[in-house]
């Protein structure tokens, strides 16, 4: 059987592309369909049997500009094309929607098609030309010419071009001369279409459900209420924590007035008018907070109510974890033992210090409890909730300090962890650094940190990302900061950054009044019940005391070791007490070599007392088993070799066997000389 031929005539070029698919795909087994837009031209007679027009505006404007010589003229009518009723069915209810297309009367007649197809939610305003603004219109929807809208309208939707209804394409299959069996499968593919969508449809609303579900479920288990208003004041979301709450069903609330479920002016009043971002209330009995959000976009707010009890308990659990980890502070402001004026005056001070949240520098000598002030500080801010971090400066190289304040990424350098770490400024955030011996750092760890104290940001090592940090910044160091300016080695504008509050801790010997204080505090500490005779506590307060309090702690804990009775005479006095700092370096001089080696002494004499002290003899096993838990780790063949060398030295005395070693008196004395000289 031969096909049958028509010509579609088009308004425009778009229009007639998309007419011309729907032809073909519902008849080209059947008929040669040509196509002309009037917009592109058109020859100048049409001599087709059929001739099928867009519209009454293509049929109009195509008589205008050539003659039509054919057998059958039809005018086609149009319908939305289905492909785009998903679109339209997700247009807000109520929603004022301007139909913008190319003629007055198409859009007209795109209105009437769009009401008759049941798409009725929404208010639909016709598209004048030469009308520029439409009062209270921020959505659009055109059938391929959006280039018409306004500028200002916010949505734009495009609903494709208008496709030919089933009667149009009946009467083409009519006056094709198709018979009854080709006819009805023209139809049932126009139908398939439609049947295809309807299944689209019902599989996006399946997913829908399914998701709104899903949501739902979430929502059940998150232990805060949860409720989302419209402008309304109508319910969407109503989750099952705060359905609890005021005892109701969540199912039945959604889409209720929220004023009618919950009988609170006070609470609906805040939620839909209120300025704070949260207040606290009573809602029989439950201490809850609500927190509210406007979302401007959606219209739409946003309010959560957390159980007052519940906030305190995840508080102490972070507090828990921070104090796991090691990140609080240890001392506050009364265990800074002083009664002198002059120590008075320091603790005023540093509690002004500590209210405001500018860098703070502390000056004092070793052993003046510089590090004791810092603690006290943080923990009387506003930050003490935060978290607290030391860090010893001197006793990191310059590459580990620099990992260790500013994280790296991985893969920066050999033995990087997976997923790189995170440095202390970022853990310390919203809380409180100390970087005590700031006087030791490189210039080039000066550096960075000026960086971070000009603006406020980091980056990790070998990373490009800048983190925003909020933290506040205290240092603390021994050395003369003006000399080391004076001679380079340390940046004038990092020690203006750090010191912009300055805090000078008083040596012992300039608050001689506080150690009698200080020793009734450490005795106390100790757990013994000892007297000190007034012989020694009148040579304490004539001694220069050039490690301070440090080296006042290491004397009390030698004496109480060495000590017969419940007395402390003057002959338990180390026999190094008073002696220069020169004369007692050089009596050890050739017993140690690095500071890494006397930690190492101090720790090896540590363990072997606090066995002794316990009546236990300690052994290479322990000794080693317990620096796991320190700054290096030493195998049982590295403990054997030192604890060789310390034997020679005479300051340990090694059992046979398995008797363990025991420290000797001259170890004790050794042992304390150490911790005064290495600060442990």
């Known amino acids: 059987m031969s096909k049958s031929s028509l010509t579609l005539i088009a308004g425009s070029a778009k229009t007639k592309q998309a007419l011309q698919e729907q032809l073909e795909q519902l008849l080209g087994d059947y008929a040669h369909v040509k196509s002309h837009a009037t917009d592109e031209g058109t020859p100048q007679s049409l001599e087709d049997r059929i001739i099928l027009y ?215 009043d805040f939620i839909m008018n209120g300025k704070d971002e949260s207040k606290f209330f009573d809602i029989d009995g439950v201490d809850v907070v609500i927190f509210r959000l406007q979302m401007v976009k959606e219209n739409t707010i946003v309010a959560t109510f957390k159980s007052v009890h519940q906030a305190f308990e995840i508080e102490k659990t972070a507090q828990r974890e921070m104090r796991n980890k090691g990140f609080y502070t240890k001392y506050c402001f009364d265990d800074i033992i002083g009664e002198d004026d002059v120590m008075k005056d320091r603790k005023q001070i540093a509690k002004k210090l500590a209210l405001s949240e500018h860098p703070i520098l502390i000056q004092g000598e070793t052993g003046t409890g510089k590090e004791l002030f810092a603690h006290a500080i943080h923990e009387y801010s506003l930050r003490k909730n935060g978290p607290f971090l030391a860090v010893n400066c001197s006793a990191l190289t310059e590459t580990l300090l620099e990992s260790e304040l500013f994280g790296y990424e991985e893969g920066t350098f050999t033995g990087a962890q997976r997923g790189g770490k995170k440095g202390l400024f970022e853990l310390a955030d919203n809380g409180t650094i100390f970087l005590d011996e700031i006087g030791d750092i490189s210039l080039t760890v000066q550096s960075h940190l000026l960086r971070v104290l000009q603006e406020a940001e980091i980056r990790r090592i070998g990373g490009r990302r800048i983190i925003p940090i909020n933290v506040r910044v205290i240092t603390a160091t021994n050395k003369d900061l003006q000399g080391k300016m004076r001679d380079g080695s340390f940046r004038t504008d990092l020690f203006y950054r750090l010191n912009v509050l300055n805090l000078c801790i008083p040596p012992l010997n300039e608050r001689r009044a506080d150690i009698p204080l200080l020793i009734k505090h450490l005795i106390t500490k100790s757990g013994k019940w000892v007297k000190v005779e007034q012989d020694v506590l009148e040579y304490f307060m004539q001694y220069n005391w050039p490690g301070n309090i440090r080296e006042l702690k290491s004397t009390i804990d030698y004496m109480l070791t060495v000590c017969e009775g419940n007395v402390v005479t003057k002959r338990d006095l180390p026999s190094m007490l008073g002696q220069s700092g020169d004369s007692m370096t050089s009596e050890y001089s050739e017993c140690e070599s690095s500071m890494l080696e006397m930690q190492e002494r101090v720790f090896i004499l540590e363990v072997i007392k606090q066995c002794n002290d316990k009546g236990k003899a300690a052994s290479r096993e322990l000794i080693s088993s317990q620096s796991k838990e320190s700054d290096f780790v030493l195998s049982p063949q590295q403990i054997r070799r030192r604890l060789d060398i310390l034997e020679g030295e005479g300051f340990v005395v090694k059992g046979r066997g398995r008797a363990g070693t025991k420290i000797t008196a001259a170890g004790i004395e050794y042992l304390y000389f150490l911790k005064s000289k290495c600060a442990v």
């Open 54 to 268: 867009s519209s009454d505006t293509a049929y109009d404007n195509s008589n205008a500009m050539y003659s039509v010589n054919a057998e059958k003229i039809i005018v086609g009518k149009r319908t939305v094309n289905h492909e785009y009723i998903d679109k339209l069915l997700r247009i807000p209810d109520g929603s004022a929607v301007l139909v913008v297309n190319d003629d007055d009367d198409a859009t007209i007649s795109l209105i009437e098609s769009l009401y008759q197809l049941g798409v009725d939610h929404v208010q639909f305003i016709p598209f004048r030309k030469g009308v520029l603004f439409y009062e209270d219109v921020q959505i659009a929807i055109s059938p391929g010419e959006t280039h018409l809208c306004p500028s200002y309208i916010k949505e734009v939707i495009d609903i494709g071009v208008r496709l030919f209804d089933m009667t149009t394409i009946l009467e083409v299959v009519e006056c094709c001369g198709l018979n009854k069996d080709i006819s009805s499968r023209i139809s049932e593919r126009y139908i398939r279409n439609i049947i295809e969508l309807q299944h689209r449809l019902l599989y996006a609303e399946r997913d829908a459900k399914q998701m709104s579900e899903h949501i739902q479920n979430v929502l059940g288990t998150v232990d805060d209420g949860i409720l989302v208003i419209n402008e309304e004041g109508r319910i969407t979301v109503f989750n099952n924590r705060l359905a609890a709450l005021f005892h109701v069903d969540a199912q039945d609330v959604v889409n209720k007035y929220m004023k009618d479920v919950m009988n609170r002016r006070d609470i609906t």
